[in-house]
């Protein structure tokens, strides 16, 4: 079973700065099958980026995904004030879905 | 617009029964999986399971097989997951999402339900 570990637990910014969040697998896995979802309080998870890459529809520019193997990164390039939130990575492989614990990026 | 409308909330004591529901509209809803994932208070997100309702074809997360059953009916779009004994462990918030992609090329969740919450409570 792989496992996925995110890296920090808690990213502590301020608007306008660059955030980076890991996500790490236990043994390489296809990009192909790497996604990203922003979680709001009291809300359901939202797709921003799957295929380790690309972007879903309508997510802003300033999110990037990257990465291969057993190391994929998400960026967000200038915080802006709604993307503080908590993030999880997804991996689908060997029959099972696989969700990182998140990553909560908070104001500073 | 694809839409998941998940039922409300749901209060119940252990040992009890319960069945939510997740309606789709604005897609084919046969022909995209839809999973369920839980989310305990305070904790990330767990894939329970999935099921293809153009032919009820199910797969279960070895962690919840034999805890939970998963069904849908195409007839009026809906999916569900129920349960026949609650425990107070099962407390959580519960999703329903659609898949999308292909199994060979890459899959991912794109639509979200809002969520059921779900206490158990003597």
């Known amino acids: 079973e792989i496992v996925l570990t995110q890296s920090p637990g808690t990213l502590s910014l301020s608007p306008g700065e660059r955030a980076t969040l890991s996500c790490r697998a236990s043994?390489?896995?296809?990009?192909?099958?790497l996604a990203w979802y922003q979680q709001k309080p009291g809300q359901a998870p939202r797709l921003l980026i799957y295929g380790a890459s690309n972007r879903a529809t309508g997510i802003p520019d300033r999110f990037s995904g990257s990465g291969s193997g057993t190391d994929f990164t998400l960026t967000i390039s200038r915080l802006e004030p709604e993307d503080f939130a908590v993030y999880h990575c997804?991996?689908?492989?060997?029959?099972?879905?696989?969700f990182g614990p998140g990553t909560k990026v908070d104001i500073k | 617009e694809v839409h998941l409308e998940q039922s409300g909330a749901e209060v119940r004591k252990p040992g009890e029964s319960l069945k939510i529901s997740c309606k789709g509209s604005g897609y084919g809803f046969g022909s995209y999986w839809i999973a369920w994932v839980r989310q305990m208070p305070g904790k990330g997100l767990e894939w329970m399971g999935i099921?293809?309702?153009?032919?009820?074809?199910?797969r279960y997360s070895p962690s919840f097989q034999g805890q939970v059953t998963i069904s849908a009916d195409k007839s009026i779009n809906t999916a569900y997951v129920q349960w026949t004994s609650l425990k107070a462990s099962d407390t959580a918030m519960y999703f329903c999402?659609?898949?999308?992609?292909?199994?060979?090329?890459?899959?991912?969740?794109?639509?979200w339900g809002q969520g059921t919450p779900v206490t158990v409570s003597s």
């Open positions: 099921i293809y309702p153009g032919d009820s074809e199910t």
């Open positions: 999402v659609r898949l999308s992609g292909w199994w060979h090329l890459g899959v991912y969740f794109d639509y």
């Open positions: 997804h991996h689908y492989g060997n029959s099972l879905f696989t």
């Open positions: 043994q390489s896995v296809s990009g192909s099958y």
